[in-house]
């Protein structure tokens, strides 16, 4: 049965046009779901301004050292490795950290094995670093670690922050952690896993052009062929046909 054979009945038609309307509908509503996914109900409170003034951080421009002072803060950092880093001689590391580093901890106290310093087993001598950025009284530096020979380790990078009280004060390290890592991961958190993968609502315009397509044509198919009909009913109207010239 061909296209214009299946439109040619009028129940035909109809029932035709309530599925195209019924899958319209459906096609509109699956849409608005699909670009407004948040219909949870919001608070009004949280869309208001406040009235309190906005609070705007202006950056601090870095400071150019001297040459000596960057090669202070190096050595320091150095042996904060040789010694917290490496879990050696931790009463000489209690001299190269800050108060803010040892966390109320005394000298005493930070000679065990659980300080607030995360550990690793590298060997200093292949160890790479870069300065990160340099103030009037502070440092930062990014220290690639190398594993020793046999130990089948990758490599590491560590941030390492230091300070010192004043011009003439010592660099202290006030900060060491992995980089591109939040501290409190660092300090034995876990990394937040997202086991959703939601579609973004952009990709469900292909499918729904498709589903459109396929819904439209057999529609406007039958309503061609519906108005041709009409048409040609108009201008040859039913009805008995005149007699043959010549008939009795």
Request: net charge positive; glycine share 6%; with cysteine.
């Amino acid at each position: 049965m061909s296209v214009r054979d299946f439109f040619s009945s009028p129940r035909r038609r109809r029932r035709a046009l309530k599925l195209g309307l019924l899958l319209s509908a459906g096609l509109a509503v699956a849409l608005l779901i699909a670009f407004d996914p948040n219909t949870a109900r919001q608070d009004k409170a949280a869309n208001r301004f406040s009235s309190t003034p906005a609070t705007v951080y202006k950056d601090v421009p870095q400071v150019r050292l001297a040459r000596a002072e960057y090669f202070k803060a190096r050595d320091v950092a150095v042996q904060f490795i040789q010694t917290a880093v490496e879990r050696k001689d931790l009463e000489r590391s209690c001299g190269l950290v800050t108060s803010h580093m040892m966390q109320g901890m005394t000298c005493h106290q930070w000679q065990t094995d659980d300080i607030p310093v995360v550990p690793d087993n590298a060997d200093e001598t292949l160890s790479k670093y870069v300065f990160d950025y340099s103030f009037k009284n502070s440092i930062g530096m990014k220290v690639g670690l190398f594993p020793r020979p046999g130990t089948h380790l990758p490599p590491s990078v560590f941030r390492v922050d230091l300070e010192r009280r004043g011009p003439h004060g010592r660099w202290l390290v006030d900060d060491w952690q992995p980089a591109g890592v939040s501290p409190s991961l660092a300090a034995g958190g876990s990394f937040p896993r997202d086991t959703t993968s939601p579609l973004a609502a952009t990709w469900l315009l292909v499918p729904a052009a498709i589903f459109a397509f396929l819904l439209l044509v057999p529609i406007a198919v039958g309503v061609r062929e519906w108005r041709r009909r009409r048409r040609a009913d108009k201008a040859y109207p039913s009805g008995p046909l005149p007699p043959l010239r010549g008939s009795r």
